[in-house]
């Protein structure tokens, strides 16, 4: 079945700097990939959507300065936190999908814990 | 625009037993619907999904859902648990018209709990 691959599992970082992860789907192609903040008990809040070669879309009231989305291949997206702060401590995760992808479901990665002191 | 609702934040339920998680969904146009599990710290694992056709749907590890489109609901069963069971447990919607790039809509989760 498909698969996505993300990483780090878990990073610790100092407030102030920034910090990337990365999202890989492993045996198909994503066209499409969202990312995801999640935080303690809490459902999942849809950050961006990005398009393999286009810029990301970001929902209300995240701020795409602050989170970069790169969605430079079709196997390979990257989500960039830049001058994290404390606040923006919180699982990540990402999810790729393939042209049709309802069909699958969706794939998702495995999240990342972000932890800025 | 869609929304999801998980009528049950926690279920606690003994092992062997049956039981149901609710999922209520509002839309103003037909969706696809999927229910997912996360086990802690971890990614999200689809349990089933509906798409069309038959209204009841079976998934991994013992999982059901059955689709009513006229109560918009579309609840998940399991007629005997296992401890294994213990996670968290997601209902997301999905336009079916491919509107939004297909972005998910979830619920808030379901944390079902097994006691021995």
């Known amino acids: 079945g498909a698969v996505v691959s993300q990483h780090p599992s878990r990073v610790i970082c100092k407030s102030g700097t920034s910090v990337k992860i990365e999202c890989r789907s492993l045996?198909?192609?994503?066209?499409?990939m969202f990312w995801y903040r999640q935080f303690p008990k809490q459902s999942l809040m849809l950050m961006a959507t990005?398009?393999?070669?286009?810029?990301?879309?970001?929902e209300q009231g995240v701020e795409k300065d602050k989170f970069l989305i790169n969605h430079a291949s079709l196997t390979l997206s990257t989500l960039t936190v830049t001058s994290a702060h404390p606040e923006d401590s919180s699982f990540y995760i990402c999810?790729?999908?393939?042209?049709?992808?309802?069909?699958?479901?969706?794939?998702f990665g495995s999240g990342t814990r972000l932890t800025v002191v | 625009a869609q929304s999801v609702t998980q009528l049950d934040s926690q279920v606690p339920v003994f092992e062997e037993a049956p039981v149901e998680l609710r999922c209520n969904y509002s839309?103003?146009?037909?969706?696809?619907l999927f229910w997912y599990v996360q086990y802690p710290n971890q990614g999200l694992q689809l349990l089933l999904k509906?798409?069309?056709?038959?209204?009841l749907v079976k998934g991994i590890n013992g999982f059901e859902a059955e689709f009513n489109k006229s109560q918009t609901s579309f609840h998940l069963r399991k007629p005997s648990v296992h401890i294994s069971d213990t996670a968290e447990y997601f209902c997301?919607?999905?336009?079916?018209?491919?509107?939004?790039?297909?972005?998910?809509?979830f619920g808030k989760g379901t944390l079902l709990t097994v006691n021995p």
């Open positions: 999810s790729a999908t393939g042209t049709g992808g309802y069909l699958y479901g969706y794939t």
């Open positions: 045996d198909f192609q994503a066209t499409t």
């Open positions: 990005s398009n393999e070669g286009s810029k990301a879309t970001y």
């Open positions: 839309s103003s146009v037909s969706v696809y």
């Open positions: 509906y798409l069309s056709g038959s209204t």
């Open positions: 997301a919607v999905t336009p079916n018209s491919g509107g939004s790039n297909y972005k998910l809509t």
